[in-house]
């Protein structure tokens, strides 16, 4: 294709848009309630539907507190058989249900999947990082087209699929998207991955379920997954000894350490444990001096990692990577968990699923609580 013609689409999309709506001064709208997630709100207006992502930063990069609502983008949702409402509020029309949508992430490619959206994925990105073999199956086809990189869209592609949205996630600082944001495709700003609980973040399947027809799918879904979720969590609400836990492994010079506020932090006290960092009250991580972070949890009964090679790792190669590792409580008495990526769907599965990594959780640090429970993602290090 050359530069005229792709110059002439990029003109014909931008006008027919997808673009914003004009606006007058209220609607008369009912919030569709939602009861964790902290970034989004959906209202259901006369012939549409409203979702309002809130930015999650704020201006000099701090996280923004919950009662500090600056709007990201406004999304208005309107049936693709319906005429346009004569009056809409402004922001982003994406007709529903999404026929061609691009997406980014192998956490939204599994979603779409299990709610049988899986036919509305027509493009993805970051190829490496997509695990469903459905996916990879149908690229090597011809039937999804692979749009390049996250950070480097193909652009060309992306036009010449023409899809209804994109969907990606944002970042600080994020602008508009560069060329990409100038094609007139709506782009889908998918925060949930800044949402600081486990069932906030989960709970953004209700809205990905309305873009691809699958609202009342999603509804139930999440009741399911909400349901599992709180009755797992009250199991070990009141129990007498909550070990105490350390996660992840030191890279290079630095130790991220999850923030107590973190939906990993609050996962570990859902699930009875004493997070060794629990006084870092932040929601993100927090990069510490390896040496730090051996001081405080060299003590702790149980340390948990994820890692991506071939192989699981065995304690013996960890200790070979680092010689505090082998002096940790928890190496020494054999309470050292991995969770291998390269084997298990964790990244895929457990952003809408956060009950079965509750339920790893919960069977590593109170085994006698679920003993027919099987782990899914962790598993105890062999010598």
Same mark, same amino acid.
């Given at each position: 294709? $050359?530069? @005229?013609? *792709?110059?002439?689409?990029?003109?014909?999309?931008?006008?027919?848009?997808?673009?914003?709506?004009?606006?007058?001064?209220?609607?008369?709208?009912?919030?569709?309630?939602?009861?964790?997630?902290?970034?989004?709100?959906?209202?259901?207006?006369?012939?549409?539907?409203?979702?309002? +992502?809130?930015?999650?930063?704020?201006?000099?990069?701090?996280?923004? /507190?919950?009662?500090?609502?600056?709007? =990201?983008?406004?999304? +208005?949702?309107?049936?693709?058989?319906?005429?346009?409402?004569?009056?809409?509020?402004?922001?982003?029309? *994406?007709?529903?249900?999404?026929?061609?949508?691009?997406?980014?992430?192998?956490?939204?490619?599994?979603?779409?999947?299990? =709610?049988?959206?899986?036919?509305?994925?027509?493009?993805?990105?970051?190829?490496?990082?997509?695990?469903?073999?459905?996916?990879?199956?149908?690229? /090597?086809?011809?039937?999804?087209?692979?749009?390049?990189?996250?950070?480097?869209?193909?652009?060309?592609?992306?036009?010449?699929?023409?899809?209804?949205?994109?969907?990606?996630?944002?970042?600080?600082?994020?602008?508009?998207?560069?060329?990409?944001?100038?094609?007139?495709?709506?782009?889908?700003?998918?925060?949930?991955?800044?949402?600081?609980?486990?069932?906030?973040?989960?709970?953004?399947?209700?809205?990905?379920?309305?873009?691809?027809?699958?609202?009342?799918?999603?509804?139930?879904?999440?009741?399911?997954?909400?349901?599992?979720? #709180?009755?797992?969590?009250?199991?070990?609400? @009141?129990?007498?000894?909550?070990?105490?836990?350390?996660?992840?492994?030191?890279?290079?010079?630095?130790?991220?350490?999850?923030?107590?506020?973190?939906?990993?932090?609050?996962?570990?006290?859902?699930?009875?444990?004493?997070?060794?960092?629990? #006084?870092?009250? +932040?929601?993100?991580?927090?990069?510490?001096?390896?040496?730090?972070?051996?001081?405080?949890?060299?003590?702790?009964?149980?340390?948990?990692?994820?890692?991506?090679?071939?192989?699981?790792?065995?304690?013996?190669?960890?200790?070979?990577?680092?010689? $505090?590792?082998?002096?940790?409580?928890?190496? /020494?008495?054999? #309470?050292?968990?991995?969770?291998?990526?390269?084997?298990?769907?964790?990244?895929?599965?457990?952003?809408?699923?956060?009950?079965?990594?509750?339920?790893?959780?919960?069977?590593?640090?109170?085994?006698?609580?679920?003993?027919?429970?099987?782990?899914?993602?962790?598993?105890?290090?062999?010598?």
């Amino acid at each position: 294709m $050359n530069k @005229h013609c *792709i110059f002439l689409i990029v003109a014909v999309l931008s006008a027919l848009a997808s673009c914003t709506s004009g606006g007058i001064a209220s609607f008369s709208e009912e919030s569709i309630g939602l009861k964790y997630a902290k970034l989004i709100e959906i209202r259901q207006g006369d012939g549409y539907e409203v979702a309002d +992502v809130w930015n999650p930063w704020k201006e000099d990069g701090t996280e923004k /507190q919950a009662e500090e609502k600056v709007l =990201l983008h406004r999304y +208005v949702l309107v049936p693709r058989d319906s005429a346009l409402p004569a009056s809409l509020p402004k922001g982003t029309i *994406i007709r529903t249900p999404l026929k061609k949508a691009v997406l980014y992430t192998s956490v939204h490619t599994s979603l779409f999947n299990e =709610l049988d959206g899986y036919d509305a994925i027509k493009g993805v990105c970051d190829m490496e990082y997509m695990y469903l073999k459905k996916i990879r199956e149908d690229v /090597q086809k011809g039937l999804i087209k692979d749009c390049g990189l996250g950070t480097n869209p193909d652009i060309e592609s992306i036009i010449e699929l023409n899809p209804d949205a994109i969907l990606l996630s944002p970042f600080e600082n994020a602008g508009t998207y560069g060329k990409l944001g100038k094609l007139g495709i709506p782009i889908v700003e998918c925060a949930d991955y800044m949402e600081d609980s486990a069932l906030g973040r989960a709970e953004w399947m209700r809205f990905y379920g309305m873009l691809i027809g699958k609202a009342e799918e999603a509804d139930s879904l999440f009741r399911t997954v909400e349901e599992d979720y #709180n009755a797992t969590k009250k199991l070990v609400e @009141h129990v007498e000894k909550r070990p105490s836990a350390v996660t992840e492994k030191k890279y290079g010079s630095t130790w991220y350490v999850a923030g107590a506020l973190s939906t990993v932090g609050r996962l570990l006290n859902d699930a009875g444990a004493n997070y060794v960092f629990s #006084n870092e009250k +932040v929601s993100g991580s927090v990069a510490m001096a390896p040496e730090v972070v051996f001081d405080r949890a060299q003590q702790a009964d149980v340390w948990m990692i994820k890692y991506n090679q071939a192989v699981d790792i065995t304690s013996e190669q960890l200790a070979g990577e680092w010689g $505090n590792y082998g002096r940790m409580k928890a190496f /020494q008495t054999g #309470n050292v968990y991995g969770c291998n990526l390269s084997r298990v769907p964790y990244y895929e599965e457990t952003p809408f699923h956060p009950n079965i990594l509750l339920k790893d959780y919960v069977k590593i640090f109170h085994p006698d609580v679920l003993k027919d429970y099987q782990l899914r993602y962790y598993k105890r290090l062999t010598p």
